[in-house]
């Protein structure tokens, strides 16, 4: 896919903030420092429209990308980190679940995993909800440069057993430092956001 234009249109925290235009979204999902933010802006060849930083949990709101004006990649709250607060933790829960159970564009979700270790509890939780509300998944296994080539078949095994992926669900190594996984990646979402 050739990405011509990218922009950051809105963050939103409710549902009166979504942009309109009835345009396909996929959303992205996946642990706090997880690489979300790499993760764009390697399939968007951006250095850094998506923010990243070295401090979980940044992302607190729903950011809503325009990819070449025809779809959406919406970035969702990181999950599963610590240091925030009880009460702002159901807040984001919320919204999410609200997001994901309402949006009629949504046409799928980038679940990104972290290919180094086996997927968390909340991993699984998250790959289980959206399989109980059909939302249809694409598993990323990110950081795939740090795990040596010879055990990415055995690591990928781990990450699909843990989470009971379906077997029609692609599960894709990815690497935002060398771009491994991004053709597949693109593969993957097209037939979801082609117009």
Request: net charge positive; glycine share 6%.
């Amino acid at each position: 896919m050739n990405v011509k234009k990218a922009e950051l249109v809105t963050s939103a925290v409710k549902l009166e903030q979504y942009p309109d235009g009835g345009r396909p979204e996929v959303a992205l999902a996946g642990r706090s420092n997880v690489g979300k933010s790499s993760f764009i802006n390697k399939m968007i060849n951006r250095k850094n429209l998506a923010r990243t930083s070295s401090k979980p949990g940044k992302t607190q709101t729903l950011n809503f990308y325009l990819i070449n004006d025809s779809f959406y990649f919406v970035d969702v709250p990181g999950y599963g980190f610590a240091r925030v607060s009880k009460q702002e933790r159901q807040k984001w829960g919320n919204m999410m679940e609200t997001y994901f159970t309402t949006r009629e564009v949504l046409k799928a979700a980038v679940l990104l995993v972290d290919l180094r270790h086996p997927p968390t509890k909340d991993d699984v939780m998250m790959y289980e909800f959206l399989k109980h509300y059909e939302i249809p998944v694409i598993v990323i296994a990110t950081k795939a440069d740090k795990v040596p080539r010879g055990k990415h078949q055995k690591h990928a095994k781990i990450a699909r057993e843990t989470l009971r992926m379906a077997d029609g669900d692609p599960l894709i190594l990815f690497s935002a430092e060398t771009g491994q996984g991004k053709d597949e990646a693109w593969a993957a979402l097209l037939p979801f956001v082609a117009s």
